[in-house]
């Protein structure tokens, strides 16, 4: 029995998984038609020319920038396509203006390799204060500071790539517009997800997360009004993609963004509930956090080695889901965790099954 009653129009519009897939976080499983919109298009550009191809595709690549920016409350000449959340980033930093030794403010949740490229550009990064154990940014500790001194930027992850922390992104670009700093918001773990519709100077992230689009096509959206002055267009483009991300666009569309949202939350209770006490293994989140995903610390005395090895064994045993190492969130933690991120078609049966292998795992 499926957790959401959108479960069965989503699992009926895809194969059949050969593992139970708990894994939305890495990367969803796309429909048949995203598919067959990617596998046809390359069979157009084989017989027709890819320019000619592309040419012949403007309208649903158009339809595809729409669907985007009426997730992220954009306009369409604001958004640019990049191959991945990651490459939006760096295009952004690239081309941005910043001053020698720029300051940026991050979350404890920023994801590793974001703080990589703020390293590897000089830039001092400071992390804002939290208001809990689960890192959620403490916004009238932030309101203080601003008031105070202000960065050249601050850079939130909406969801982190280690854990399922929701940070109160619309509150943090709330008070830094207040004190004229611009935001940029990761929502790679985000976009169809969660509502989007945020009002940061940029946004960016992924097709093949939540929306389950291919891999390989990523977005950055800047504020037309904002002072930033780049050209983040990719040189080239991986139109067939494109193509398959609006089929999915459509498709979450359909099923409504707001259901779909809601449902997710859901299952993210449900997942937190069903794991809670299991063996020795403990919910990281608190049950309430608004997303699907949940994370699991393991039994005492437990290194990474052994986490990954309960990946490996789980996977083993036709269970997908994460082992996410401290790289992923290096300002909050040394700990590794089981990352487990469901999407719709996620049943009460493949949570109780879950829950026995833990168990196992923990003798």
């Given amino acids: 029995m499926y957790i959401s009653e959108l479960g069965d129009l989503w699992h009926r519009a ?31 550009e084989a017989e027709r020319g890819s320019y000619v191809a592309e040419d012949q595709v403007s309208e ?3 339809r595809c920038r729409r669907d985007i920016t009426s997730l992220i409350g954009r306009g369409d000449d604001e958004l640019y396509f990049r191959e991945s959340a990651r490459s939006a980033l760096r ?61 050249d930027f601050i850079h939130v ?16 670009v709330e008070l830094a517009r207040e004190a004229g700093v611009p935001v940029v918001v990761d929502m790679a773990q985000t976009l169809g997800h969660l509502d989007c519709v945020i009002d940061a100077d940029v946004v960016y992230g992924t097709s093949r997360k ?35 991300l609006g089929v999915s666009l459509q498709e979450y569309h359909t099923l409504g963004a707001g259901r779909v949202q809601k449902e997710l939350a859901r299952i993210g209770r449900v997942t937190r ?51 996410a190492h401290p790289w992923r969130a290096p300002l909050a933690t040394e700990q590794s965790v089981l990352r487990v991120s469901p999407h719709l078609d996620v049943s009460y049966g493949q949570l109780d099954n879950l829950a026995a292998a833990l168990r196992e795992l923990s003798y």
Wanted: hydrophobic letters at 40%.
């Fill in 273 to 323: 509930e069903r794991l809670t006490g299991v063996g020795s293994w403990e919910v990281v989140e608190s049950v309430d956090e608004p997303c699907a995903t949940t994370t699991l610390a393991p039994p005492p005395g437990w290194d990474a080695t052994d986490v990954e090895a309960a990946a490996a064994r789980l996977l083993s045993n036709g269970i997908l889901l994460t082992c």
């Fill in 210 to 244: 939540w929306l389950a689009g291919p891999r390989g096509v990523g977005f950055v959206a800047v504020r037309d009004d904002s002072k930033l002055s780049v050209n983040l267009q990719s040189s080239d483009a991986y139109i067939a993609g494109r193509l398959g």
């Fill in 14 to 44: 895809r194969r059949e998984p050969a593992t139970v897939h708990l894994d939305s976080a890495a990367a969803s499983r796309s429909s048949i038609e995203t598919i067959d919109a990617v596998t046809a298009h390359l069979w157009r």
């Fill in 157 to 172: 992850c909406h969801i982190g790539a280690h854990s399922a922390t929701v940070q109160p992104v619309a509150r943090v």
């Fill in 91 to 151: 295009a952004l930093l690239t081309g941005w203006q910043l001053p020698l030794s720029a300051s940026v403010w991050v979350g404890t949740n920023e994801f590793g390799p974001n703080l990589d490229e703020f390293e590897r550009r000089g830039y001092v990064v400071r992390t804002m204060p939290t208001v809990d154990t689960g890192g959620h940014i403490d916004t009238d500790a932030l309101q203080n500071m601003l008031q105070f001194e202000q960065p």
């Fill in 60 to 62: 649903l690549l158009l």
